[in-house]
């Protein structure tokens, strides 16, 4: 087994069906012969029933003579006799080493004494009455002889017809067994070597078309199989690092059009902290403490809301290697909705309206990333005065997080609807985006386990909602 195991699939199916149509030429062969052997055994009980036959004949005749006292009956009887011998000598000629053989030379003899003991009663006359009578009774006994002897040899050969055919039954039965346990061994090592291997390729090909990188086991079949699937594990593996290299690409992207707003950001609390500076300054003459202690906090406030600023900033620019943790699901909305919040203008109002108390093992950058790319495209497609709204609930019967990104914007036409996750589309003008940002999300959601679907109508707004698994912590 284990050198059969050594060849390549085409060797291994080459060698299997090869036993399998020697055993079926072996099998055809050896029936065949059972059959031609068959055949001449049915040709030779024909023969013998002639015999048989031939002898019943020259007794009638015999018995015919010994009743009318006809000499020509006696001389029917000899030729029916030659007629006989001739066809025993047809049946030694043509196989000499019959099981009948002994039993046909045994009926030769006695059919010769038997003509000879006629030839004498044909020389006798009725005028010798004991020697007739000897004659007469030595003739009856070696009819009577060589009646049961033929009968023999009919016997024989109908036993040997039947046992071949009983023979050639049992052959039938063992033949066609093997047949079937050579199919179901042939139908073993397909399903197992073949068809089992590429239905994991397939399964793996289709999650690969929906996003989810998933390696396969890969059966030790020292094969062509085996190879496909390690190489099915190498496109899966540099599949995965295409889509870290481009959600890295999209979040450098993301960042060259954070980066304006987050320096506006900055630029509000920096203002403040150098006013309050520039008075604790001016007063710290007057001795005025209450007023030195105000503009001290108010600087500490703002350079937190600064360091804030730039943290989160900093911990989205972090590039890092996919890893779930258990993170509540409002601060990554939260800080998502701090570093969009420069490319949502001021008439559009984002509501986030998820429990606090929701945790979900999550990769937290790349969650956060969904949630901007989302947000952004939300603010992109109201046109003026807005809301867009990010809510999350628990579906407990199937144990999954429902969360929704609405906006009131103007919508995705239908004939989009089945693009908009497609990398590269886009219905922005030329320069304004690559087409990626969904692409990037819908993957981010399939790295996790979920997915993500849109609805939308024209004029009124579109609802991307993203099922995650929850599989309810003890907190909740």
């Known amino acids: 087994m284990k050198k059969f195991l050594r060849f390549g699939m085409i060797a291994k199916i080459t060698l299997v069906l090869f036993f399998y149509i020697a055993s079926v030429t072996i099998m055809g062969v050896v029936s065949y012969n059972d059959l031609v052997a068959t055949e001449e055994k049915t040709g030779i009980l024909e ?175 020292k094969d062509e199989i085996q190879q496909v699937m390690e190489a099915c594990n190498i496109m899966v593996q540099e599949l995965e690092r295409r889509q870290d290299q481009l959600i890295q690409a999209e979040k450098l992207s993301s960042l060259g059009t954070l980066t304006a707003g987050v320096a506006h950001q900055l630029n509000n609390p920096l203002n403040n902290i150098s006013t309050s500076c520039q008075i604790a300054i001016d007063e710290f003459d007057s001795g005025d403490t209450p007023l030195l202690k105000r503009m001290l906090r108010n600087i500490d406030q703002e350079t937190l809301r600064a360091r804030d600023v730039v943290k989160s900033l900093l911990e989205f620019a972090r590039s890092q290697d996919f890893a779930l943790r258990q993170a509540p699901l409002a601060d990554v909305a939260h800080k998502a909705a701090l570093l969009a919040k420069s490319q949502v203008p001021p008439d559009i109002a984002v509501s986030i309206r998820i429990p606090g108390d929701l945790v979900l093992a999550m990769d937290v950058q790349r969650m956060q990333e969904v949630f901007i790319n989302l947000i952004i495209n939300a603010a992109q497609a109201i046109e003026r005065r807005g809301e867009i709204v990010i809510a999350a609930t628990v579906a407990m019967a199937a144990q999954e997080a429902v969360i929704e990104i609405r906006d009131t914007g103007q919508g995705i ?64």
């Not at 007794?59 to 009743?67: A, G, H, Q």
């Not at 320069?431 to 849109?454: E, K, P």
């Open 47 to 221: 023969l013998t029933y002639n015999i048989h036959n031939n002898i019943l004949e020259s007794r009638r005749y015999e018995k015919n003579y010994f009743l009318y006292g006809s000499e020509d009956s006696l001389y029917d009887t000899i030729t029916m006799i030659q007629k006989t011998s001739e066809i025993s000598d047809a049946i030694l000629g043509h196989d000499g080493e019959l099981a009948i053989t002994p039993k046909l030379k045994e009926l030769d003899t006695n059919m010769g004494v038997y003509t000879k003991k006629i030839y004498e009663l044909l020389a006798l006359k009725k005028t010798d009455p004991e020697k007739y009578g000897q004659a007469t009774g030595e003739i009856r006994l070696y009819g009577k002889k060589i009646s049961e002897i033929s009968d023999d040899i009919v016997n024989n050969e109908k036993k040997l017809i039947h046992s071949m055919i009983t023979l050639l039954r049992e052959q039938l039965v063992i033949w066609s067994s093997v047949a079937i346990c050579i199919g179901i061994a042939l139908s073993f090592l397909i399903v197992n070597f073949v068809f089992k291997p590429l239905a994991a390729v397939k399964r793996a090909t289709e999650a690969i078309a929906q996003g989810r990188f998933r390696r396969i086991e890969v059966i030790n079949s």
């Open 413 to 476: 036409l239908e004939k989009n609807l089945a693009k908009v996750f497609d990398p590269f589309f886009t219905t922005k003008e030329e320069g304004q985006g690559t087409g990626l940002g969904l692409s990037v999300v819908y993957g981010i959601v399939q790295q996790h386990r979920g997915n993500i679907t849109v609805q939308s109508v024209p004029g009124r707004g579109t609802s991307f909602c993203i099922r995650l698994p929850y599989p309810g912590s003890k907190e909740h």
